[in-house]
C-alpha cells in the first residue's frame, strides 16, 4: 500500500474532525444556546480540549497529510518523518480531548440547583449514584435549561472525535514510518528493485 494515498486518506478523514470537534467545543460555551457569565460555565470547558487539542493540533497534521498525499516536497522520506512528528503531536491532541471531555462526562455540569448559586451538584458522586446512569437526578439542575443533556452530548461527541482523532494519528505514525524507512511508495520501489 502506498503510505502517500494513506496519509492522504486520513487527512481527508480528519479535516472534518477537527472542524466538528472546534464547533462542539464553542457550543459547551453557550448552554441550551444561552450566553452565560464567564463563572457559570462548567470548568473543564475552559481546557479548550476541542478547540486545540483535537482542532487546530489535527487540522495542522491534516493538511500535511494532504500534502504528502500530492506531489511535491512532502512526498519524501523527511516529509514522511515529519508527518511522523506532527501525527504524534495529533494523537496527543485527540488524547487531550479524550481525556478532557471523560472528566466533563464523569464531573458533570455546573448549574444552579434552584439557591441561585452554581455548583457541581454531582463532582463526588460514586458509580452507582452516576447521573449518567440515573436520569432522575438531573432535575437537580434548574439553570441553565436542559444543562446536563446539554454536556452529555457535547461531552460525548468530543469524547468519541478525540478518540477516533488518537487512532486516525497512531495508524499515520505507523504509516509515516514505514513511508521513511520504505520510501512513500512500496509499489514504486518494488517496480525499481525487478526493473534492475
Known amino acids: 500500500m502506498c503510505t502517500r494515498k494513506c496519509s492522504k486518506c486520513i487527512g481527508i478523514t480528519l479535516v472534518p474532525l477537527a472542524a466538528c470537534a472546534i464547533v462542539s467545543n464553542i457550543l459547551l460555551y453557550f448552554p441550551n444556546g444561552q450566553v452565560l457569565q464567564l463563572s457559570e460555565i462548567t470548568d473543564l470547558v475552559w481546557f479548550f480540549h476541542g478547540i486545540l487539542g483535537a482542532g487546530i493540533l489535527v487540522i495542522l497534521l491534516a493538511f500535511m497529510m494532504l500534502g504528502a498525499g500530492g506531489a511535491g516536497c512532502c512526498t519524501s522520506r523527511c516529509g514522511m518523518l515529519l508527518s ?43 458509580l452507582e449514584e452516576c447521573y449518567l446512569f440515573n436520569q ?61
Open 84 to 126: 511522523v512528528v506532527l501525527a504524534v503531536l495529533g494523537f496527543a491532541g485527540g488524547a487531550y480531548c479524550a481525556v478532557i471531555s471523560s472528566l466533563g462526562l464523569i464531573g458533570g455540569p455546573l448549574c444552579d440547583t434552584g439557591d441561585g448559586e452554581y455548583v457541581y451538584p454531582f463532582r463526588n458522586d460514586t
Open 136 to 196: 432522575t437526578t438531573w432535575s437537580i439542575c434548574k439553570e441553565p435549561e436542559n444543562i446536563i443533556l446539554w454536556n452529555i452530548v457535547l461531552f460525548s461527541i468530543l469524547l468519541a472525535i478525540g478518540v477516533i482523532e488518537a487512532i486516525l494519528c497512531f495508524i499515520q505514525v505507523i504509516s509515516g514510518l514505514t513511508g521513511f524507512i520504505c520510501g512513500t511508495c512500496m509499489r514504486k520501489r518494488k517496480t525499481n528493485i525487478s526493473g534492475m
